[in-house]
T-cell receptor, first 114, second 112 residues
Framework: DAGITQSPRHKVTETGTPVTLRCHQTENHRYMYWYRQDPGHGLRLIHYSYGVKDTDKGEVSDGYSVSRSKTEDFLLTLESATSSQTSVYFC?????????????FGPGTRLLVL | DAKTTQPNSMESNEEEPVHLPCNHSTISGTDYIHWYRQLPSQGPEYVIHGLTSNVNNRMASLAIAEDRKSSTLILHRATLRDAAVYYCILRDVGGSQGNLIFGKGTKLSVKP
């Protein structure tokens, strides 16, 4: 199994509170992704990173920011959590963006914003 | 991105083979065919991918039609642990962003 961990695994927070989710990999993969999964929408890309300090927006990036200061860590921050950000968040890693490479996912973080 | 079409659900008996179909009639010559699955309450899991030739690994086999407009994921002996949602996804060989675009997938149920 690919070495990907996410923390915390579960979190309950209140509206307006900042929240940071962490993704940690031991595979030295260059690409890292944050997705959210909601009923009826499948997985949607929030942000991704193609190297240290190199990040870009995905389909549903509003309200989220990311940082990557080390190859192994990719942080997702909700600056001021809203109830619409209640979701399951998955981190993924890949050796590259091309069709020849697979993506490997973490176990997910369940976030509930009250 | 080219679109894929999969049945919403399928049923199988334990220890029997399962053939999960995927149609991708608008596939381009540079699209790889990827399969992922998601077990209940877990993250998606990579299964297999291929371009033109059939592919085998420890989890499954991928059979690709000669015209590449369809493919079939084959689980040789289904187990209860194979009950999951299976996603067929196309990825361009020259992709720059590289994110996966998930459809609704096929929910596979395995009966003992």
């Amino acid at each position: 199994d690919a070495g990907i961990t996410q923390s915390p695994r579960h979190k309950v927070t209140e509206t307006g509170t900042p929240v940071t989710l962490r993704c940690h990999q031991t595979e030295n993969h260059r690409y890292m992704y944050w997705y959210r999964q909601d009923p009826g929408h499948g997985l949607r890309l929030i942000h991704y990173s193609y190297g240290v300090k190199d990040t870009d927006k995905g389909e549903v990036s509003d309200g989220y920011s990311v940082s990557r200061s080390k190859t192994e860590d990719f942080l997702l921050t909700l600056e001021s959590a809203t109830s619409s950000q209640t979701s399951v968040y998955f981190c993924a890693i890949s050796g590259g963006p091309r069709g020849t490479t697979a993506q490997y996912f973490g176990p997910g973080t369940r976030l509930l914003v009250l | 991105d080219a679109k894929t079409t999969q049945p919403n659900s399928m049923e199988s008996n334990e220890e029997e083979p399962v053939h999960l179909p995927c149609n991708h009639s608008t596939i381009s010559g540079t699209d790889y065919i990827h399969w992922y699955r998601q077990l209940p309450s877990q993250g998606p899991e990579y299964v297999i991918h291929g371009l033109t030739s059939n592919v085998n690994n420890r989890m499954a086999s991928l059979a690709i039609a000669e015209d590449r407009k369809s493919s079939t994921l084959i689980l040789h002996r289904a187990t209860l642990r194979d009950a999951a949602v299976y996603y067929c996804i196309l990825r361009d060989v020259g992709g720059s962003q590289g994110n996966l675009i998930f459809g609704k997938g096929t929910k596979l149920s395995v009966k003992p």
